[in-house]
């Protein structure tokens, strides 16, 4: 199904995060930030989630879950779910240079990873699905992607 266009900038920012999540598992071709030594993309890591995921999250918290809650039992439960794992990527963002620095990066990959491709691939679908086209147009033009909303 094609993305509704209010939450395509969401889309847009996963594909960000995405390109970050793989530069950071062990796995990681050796390119761009892939590169980099397990210091650097620490830094990354902090940099990303200030000026990226912050803001990202408050757009989904504030603005796209209010709008879908309460309307079918599965999709809250979704967006509770959802809403730990924003917890627990601040957590692991926080914890970041606790420990082994190339297994904790590993893991932040792999946990951001997946929560983008739950985000895309279950839960959008059903926002739209349990949202419907109608409502979702009032978030039309509310939700900017956050590289072209900080010039970035
Ligand atoms: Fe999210
Ligand atoms: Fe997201």
Redesign the pocket.
Known sequence: MKRHSAIVP?SH??HH?LILAQALKKNAPKIGLGSKSAEEKVEAVINSYNTELIP??NH?EVLLFPLALGKDEELDKMIHNILEEHNKIRRSVEALRDGDLEENLDAFGKLLEN??RT?ERVLFPKIEEVVGEEELNILNGQIIAVKDSCGI
Request: no cysteine; charged share 30%.
């Open positions: 969401l920012d996963h995060a990202h999250f989904e929560h983008v985000e």
